[in-house]
């Protein structure tokens, strides 16, 4: 069985992370700088020293790598890589900034662009953060970064991820990335990628 550690998860649990991970064939391991989440492990993403050095075969981080300042970037990603095994690889998804400005080119800002869970998103939401998790006190949710599909493969590599895929997903505002720390073949990222990626393709 694999280990995957989901960072940043907040309250949500395997089955709200990929179809790939969400199997028996892989275990959670939930960490979460909240406490009143219940992570299995207390942390950031800054400083994940509670999980040992090639402890799990894979990272999983959605939504929550935007919440750094751009500074501390390449600290969690060289913390992604630590924890990862050799052959271990790392799937992260994050607002897309591109995508995102167009609406506001187009005087869009507070304007809902989706409706999620927590009620209707707007890029200002998307860029800044929640604002009404904000409001209620909620600081964690506040955005001090952002990235294009460019800017967020060139952090996975010169962080040292040997591979990186990317998948732009417009329609949602949304990056999909993934990196492996060994360099690996065409056929076996397009198998990760199916497996972790929404809607990705053969």
Known sequence: MGVFLHVGCGRKRKGQTTKGFNTPDWRELRLDIDASVQPDIIGTMTDMAAVPDGAVDAVFSSHNIEHLYPFDVPVALAEFQRVL??????????????????????????????????????????????????????????????????????????????????????????????????????????????????????
């Not at 967020?152 to 999909?176: K, N, Y």
């Open 85 to 202: 095994r050799p052959d271990g690889f790392v799937v992260i998804t994050c607002p897309d900034l591109r995508s995102v400005a167009a609406l506001v080119a187009d005087d869009k800002l507070t304007e809902p662009a989706y409706t999620s869970t927590a009620g209707p998103i707007s890029p200002l939401d998307m860029i800044y953060g929640h604002q009404a998790a904000i409001e209620k006190g909620n600081l964690y949710m506040a955005h001090r970064t952002g990235f294009t599909s460019r800017t967020l493969e060139q952090a996975l590599r010169d962080a040292g991820f040997a591979s990186v895929v990317l998948l732009q997903r417009p329609q949602a505002f949304e990056l999909w990335a993934l990196g492996t720390k060994r360099r690996t073949p065409p056929e076996a990222l397009r198998a990760l990628m199916q497996a972790h990626f929404p809607l990705a393709k053969a």
